[in-house]
């Protein structure tokens, strides 16, 4: 499925992850996130020997829907929304009307897609909840997200690990802190900011604002 913006509305709080090499993204896909790699995938190629299986698999890994797009065959992040509504696909047909608070999983009803949701046969195949209802008509719900991004490991936590890939940043604003290697580097204003406790670089000298 070729990129569509389905992002409706809501706070999306996106983070930039590494996407796998080989892997092509398109903005809107579902996309889960490999540990054996440390990179986003889209869904279609999540593991499973059967459908019920990749339904887990997805939602179990589950991260969020791609903002941006990456050819395969390249290296680079993809941004990606962890909140938010969004419009995807789903089956239309007898018996796939859904009521508001429809717990949803990913692929056709069948098979996994990149871009479509249908209703999930049980809570542990959800990466979504329906927020309008939706006739058997229409082929399309409006899906609330449900992002597994904080049992990840992909960001600190009381007993995690922030791991970044190089090249990989945490973004503040206009400011971030990224990997080179083994090196960090900071993006700090140069003028000391007037908030108390905000970091600065004073000519190479990293400073603590006293506030204003």
Not at 12 to 26: F, G, I, K, N, T
Not at 120 to 129: D, L, M, Q, R
Not at 157 to 167: C, R
Request: hydrophobic share 45%; aromatic share 6%.
């Amino acid at each position: 499925m070729a990129n569509q913006f389905r992002f409706v509305r809501g706070d999306v709080r996106a983070v930039s992850l590494p996407a796998y090499a080989a892997d092509a993204v398109e903005i809107g896909d579902l996309v889960w996130w490999d540990a054996t790699n440390d990179a986003v995938r889209p869904a279609s190629v999540v593991s499973g020997a059967n459908y019920t299986e990749k339904k887990t698999n997805l939602a179990t890994a589950f991260v969020g829907v791609a903002l941006s797009a990456k050819e395969a065959g390249r290296t680079g992040q993809v941004l990606v929304a962890t909140e938010g509504d969004f419009l995807f696909a789903a089956p239309s047909g007898d018996g796939t009307g859904m009521e508001v608070g429809q717990i949803l999983a990913g692929g056709n009803g069948t098979a996994m897609a990149n871009q479509t949701v249908s209703a999930a046969s049980s809570t542990a195949e959800v990466i979504g909840v329906a927020v309008a209802s939706k006739s058997t008509s229409e082929t399309a719900v409006y899906c609330r997200i449900l992002s597994q991004l904080s049992h990840l490991g992909l960001h600190a936590s009381a007993v995690g690990t922030l791991n970044l890939a190089d090249g990989a940043a945490i973004i503040f604003g206009s400011r971030s802190l990224s990997r080179s290697g083994n090196n960090i580097l900071a993006s700090l204003p140069t003028t000391n900011p007037g908030v108390a406790g905000a970091l600065w670089n004073d000519n190479g000298t990293v400073k603590v604002s006293a506030g204003t």
